[in-house]
């Protein structure tokens, strides 16, 4: 895009910003320490680096901020070109709407140029979403089965695995639990989420997880017990790095360390295939649920779903004829 290079090209400013966690300048000016925290808590680190992420992306394309629609209609264009996703693309117009909204200018984002452009690109591409595939109990047990529970390493990744799943988690939420966190019940337990991808609020969530009767192959309890137990862990967080000669760290464990864990434990199951990711429990929890005849309600209650339609997304049927609608036949 040849554009007058004197307009601001300061995609990422290195000042504090509007995509940096600790303030955002622009709509803020004259504000208290006190209400710039509370401005900056209004949105998720994740969030905000994904955004400095895409602008990075648009900045490398030769954008320049402030934008036109045209601008942005060209970068739209030009990238599904590339064969970006149109969920992506859907994502860089996002995050480019949201810096003209922090710096107070008019954002192009939603004229009908750009707006026409992103509807052509859905048209014209398979707009459906790659979800997670389910990870249904079946093959959670044969993770688990693998794993060697006699290690530090083996607990505290099967404890992870289990609360994962019965707790309908995202990684974010589920490796940040401290033992705060954690309310003991002859029942279960039940943990209280002081942050999730849906809440910025400071509402108070808490998710209920059932014992297991005894007898029962895993229970997600009894191995976090086990865990907590043989780490010694007795305040801060629960799920902590674990060094390879088997010493347990300070502090807690990366979201990305989830993932590599997993995925250790997928190839030795041999599961490695399937494509399954940390999403995978939550989506195999709530399908499993659900095929077990577990109403929306009871469901939600773990998964904390509001939005029925999102809910909705979240029920794969790996089978297309499982649980069929027309499985009856003759009078």
């Not at 530090?152 to 099967?158: E, K, T, V």
């Not at 007898?215 to 976090?224: E, H, K, M, Q």
């Not at 807690?252 to 940390?278: C, I």
Request: net charge positive; proline share 5%; with cysteine.
């Amino acid at each position: 895009m040849k554009r007058n290079r004197q307009r601001q090209q300061s995609v990422v400013p290195h000042r504090p910003g509007p995509y940096d966690q600790g303030a955002m300048t622009a709509p803020v000016e004259g504000l208290s320490r006190e209400a710039r925290r509370l401005l900056s808590e209004s949105v998720s680190p994740n969030t905000v680096r994904g955004m400095r992420s895409d602008l990075r992306v648009y900045q490398k394309a030769g954008g320049v901020l402030p934008a036109t629609e045209i601008d942005i209609a060209n970068f739209l264009s030009a990238q599904n070109k590339l064969g970006k996703k149109p969920a992506t693309l859907e994502r860089y117009a996002n995050s480019l709407h949201m810096w003209h909204r922090y710096h107070n200018v008019p954002s192009p984002v939603k004229t009908m140029a750009v707006r026409s452009v992103i509807r052509g690109i859905k048209k014209s591409r398979d707009t459906r979403q790659n979800s997670a595939p389910t990870l249904r109990l079946k093959e959670l047990h044969q993770l688990l089965d693998v794993i060697d529970r006699q290690s530090l390493y083996g607990l505290r990744d099967s404890a992870l695995f289990l609360l994962s799943f019965y707790g309908a988690f995202r990684r974010s939420e589920v490796v940040v639990i401290a033992c705060e966190d954690v309310e003991w019940r002859p029942e279960g337990i039940i943990v209280t989420l002081h942050y999730s991808k849906m809440n910025r609020s400071g509402r108070i969530e808490t998710k209920s997880i059932m014992r297991a009767p005894p007898g029962t192959r895993y229970c997600p309890v009894t191995i976090l017990e086990r865990w907590l137990s043989a780490s010694g862990i007795v305040k801060g967080a629960i799920f902590r790095a674990v060094t390879p000669k088997g010493r347990l760290g300070a502090g807690r464990m990366s979201a990305n360390t989830l993932a590599v864990r997993m995925r250790h434990g997928l190839k030795a199951a041999g599961l490695t295939e399937q494509g399954y990711s940390p999403h995978s429990f939550r989506a195999g929890f709530i399908t499993e649920a659900h095929l077990r005849g577990k109403s929306d309600v009871q469901i939600k209650r773990v998964s904390g779903h509001r939005d029925q339609r999102t809910f909705e997304k979240y029920i794969r049927i790996a089978d297309a004829f499982e649980n069929h609608g027309g499985d009856f036949f003759g009078l």
